[in-house]
């Protein structure tokens, strides 16, 4: 369960631990009553956040650290997003080691992207500027991440250099990942934000508490893209670009694939197109667990998770590769 206790009688909020997932790009404002923002921050679709606190026992408003924002604590409202991690025990795995539930298995987020999507909201990104319909990107699933759960389960034996220059603009900052050419190769085609250093940022924040090294870290994530996007879920995608899918039918491509049950533990997240308004698919968060290694069968990582309760964004449309 989430850890939740009144922060003091003087003091309204209430402390929570856990993971925000943000399901859309919401405003993330310094304070809920008059909205104020600086630097107009926003969350990004499918992306993790370290959850602070609730504004009170029946919150309609989340605390949480943005990296990179000024301030860092941000308020975001409770219907932009999920909380993760709140089937797990709050005990921690430790440094550089994946925390477990409270079955003895260690727990993980699994985060998707429909690239073609993110790019519409992130022109300026490198990887986005060379988009190419002929590319991976065009008619594949790309990795975001692989998240050790319980949320807070961040930056393990990180210096506070590295932590200070983990944010977009500074990741370039960041120590290089040193991989063996065949697995750089394959990443680089299946993470296309490596153009933008997105690798170096996945493994300060997550992989340094995976409990093992940037290779298997990367090759670990790179084995369950491939089971993706070789199944049937991939394919349901592909037939439906430029059409509409519902959680539904995405969930129920999961069921076929992977097993019975298996779309029980997916949510899917939509972002908002800006130039048109459209309501697009950008990414899929997959609950996973057990221990992950180089003959990990995905349903099985699948099945042993904690379904979620939420299907997420209810129907979005499948972008196609290219400003739109």
């Given amino acids: 369960m989430l850890a939740v206790s009144l922060a003091s009688a003087a003091h309204a909020d209430v402390k929570l631990s ?6 859309a790009a919401c405003p993330a404002t310094q304070a809920i009553k008059n909205g104020k923002n600086p630097g107009n921050v926003s969350t990004d679709a499918g992306q993790g956040y370290q959850l602070l606190a609730g504004n009170k026992d029946a919150p309609t408003h989340y605390l949480i650290l943005v990296p990179g924002a000024n301030p860092e604590r941000r308020w975001v409202k409770v219907s932009c997003g999920h909380v993760s991690g709140s089937s797990a025990a709050t005990v921690p795995g430790g440094q550089g080691k994946p925390a477990t539930s409270a079955s003895g298995k260690p727990d993980y987020v699994f985060a998707l992207s429909w690239q073609p999507a993110f790019c519409e909201t992130k022109s300026s990104k490198t990887e986005c500027k060379a988009q190419s319909a002929n590319d991976f990107d065009a008619t594949h699933f790309t990795l975001h991440g692989l998240w050790p759960q319980p949320g807070g389960n961040f930056y393990c034996q990180v210096t506070a250099g590295d932590k200070a220059n983990d944010n977009p603009a500074h990741w370039k900052d960041l120590p290089p990942v040193n991989l063996d050419a065949n697995t750089r190769s394959e990443l680089d ?11 170096r940022h996945e493994w300060i924040k997550h992989g340094t508490c995976y409990g093992k090294s940037q290779q298997e870290y990367f090759s670990d994530a790179l084995n369950l ?9 991939r394919d349901l995608f592909v037939k439906n670009i430029g059409g509409k899918l519902t959680a ?3 969930r129920g491509a999961f069921d076929t694939a992977f097993g019975a049950g298996a779309g029980d533990r997916v949510r899917v997240s939509c972002v908002i197109d800006p130039s048109s308004g459209r309501r697009l698919i950008g990414e899929l968060t997959l609950g996973l667990a057990g221990p992950i290694g180089p003959d990990s069968s995905l349903k099985d990582l699948l099945l042993a998770s904690v379904p979620t309760n939420k299907a997420g964004c209810p129907t979005g449309t499948v972008d196609a590769i290219g400003f739109q």
């Fill in 18 to 23: 856990g993971t925000f997932v943000a399901d």
């Fill in 189 to 199: 085609r299946v993470m296309p934000g490596t153009a933008s250093q997105l690798e």
């Fill in 225 to 233: 893209m491939r089971a993706v996007n070789s199944s049937p879920v």
């Fill in 248 to 250: 539904d039918q995405i």
